[in-house]
């Protein structure tokens, strides 16, 4: 079993930053990608970004260019840096973990820390 714990959520103005982060426990030695999704009010689930243990990143869309997800191995625990935050970024933001070969939404989930941007 592996424990995600997030922090770092809060409310931001457009165009300003905020910073998650993620820390594992557990059986992190199960741990190949991690990432984050949000979901929004009335809305689906949705990838946002995620790193494998040899540091390649994926980015949603919407996010690349404004958002960098890191990690740091030593402490297990994964950060989002989102810059220039919109509006349209607020929702519930929820760290993932997996192995490889099995998908995201079967992994393990935190549970979330709400981002708020008032614009």
């Known amino acids: 079993q592996v424990q995600l714990v997030e922090s770092g959520?809060?409310?931001?103005?457009?165009?300003?930053?905020?910073?998650?982060?993620?820390?594992?426990?557990?059986?992190?030695?199960?741990?190949d990608v991690m990432g984050w999704y949000r979901q929004a009010p009335g809305k689906q689930r949705e990838f946002v970004a995620r790193i494998t243990d040899d540091g390649t990143t994926n980015y949603a869309d919407s996010v690349n260019g404004r958002f960098t997800i890191s990690n740091h191995n030593a402490k297990n625990t994964v950060y989002l840096q989102?810059?220039?935050?919109?509006p349209e970024d607020t929702a519930v933001y929820y760290c993932n973990a997996h192995p490889y070969g099995l998908g995201a939404y079967s992994g393990s989930w935190g549970q979330g820390t709400q981002v708020t941007v008032s614009s």
């Open 9 to 31: 959520g809060g409310l931001a103005q457009a165009g300003g930053s905020l910073r998650l982060s993620c820390a594992a426990s557990g059986s992190i030695f199960r741990i």
């Open 82 to 86: 989102m810059n220039s935050l919109k």
